[in-house]
């Protein structure tokens, strides 16, 4: 594909290693990259020891896929809410207590895992989400869940929710 530049290609990058503990910066400046995974092919068999997502991820605007999940993040900064075509976001098995309410700029995200985290409520702004079809998220461990009575977001969500 000689005559496209760089820029136009869409990209995919996997990221694995035993020791994973951060990204490489030079990631960052994929301009194209369209799918980012740093998830353990085995949890089993490895573990991640990644902390953070560096706040450069902002950098990723074509990002539409993000696997995060089996890692050891604590936190989410707040840029990833600058990730408008981002569809599927995957942090399940981490150390996550919140999310930042800028989540609430994810506009095209339809699929969230949260599983086994350490959630004890989630910002108002997931249940905004207007495109949002599949929450995974240990019940037992969340509290309070907000969820406005005008959600326009994960309406099927809200009336389970509020039939239970």
């Known amino acids: 594909l000689a005559s ?15 020791e ?7 990631v960052f400046g994929l301009e ?8 353990p092919e085995r949890e089993s068999c490895l573990r991640y020891r990644m902390e953070l997502i560096p706040r450069e991820i902002s950098h990723l605007k074509s990002l539409t896929l993000l696997y995060m999940d089996s890692n050891n993040l604590k936190e989410i900064p707040a840029e990833i809410g ?3 075509n981002l569809e599927r976001l995957t942090l399940s098995n981490n150390r996550l207590t919140s999310l930042p309410p800028e989540i609430g700029g994810l506009e095209k995200l339809h699929s969230l895992h949260l599983a086994n985290n350490h959630f004890t409520e989630l910002p108002a702004q997931v249940c905004q989400l207007r495109h949002l079809t599949f929450l995974d998220v240990n019940w037992p461990s969340l509290i309070f869940l907000h969820l406005p009575m005008n959600t326009q977001g994960i309406t099927p969500f809200h009336k389970y ?3 239970s």
């Open 161 to 163: 929710w509020t039939q």
């Open 20 to 26: 994973l503990v951060s990204v490489p910066l030079r």
């Open 32 to 39: 194209g990259l369209q799918v980012l995974e740093m998830s």
């Open 82 to 84: 600058t990730l408008s």
């Open 4 to 18: 496209e530049s760089p820029k136009s290609i869409s990209w995919k990058l996997k990221i694995e290693g035993k």
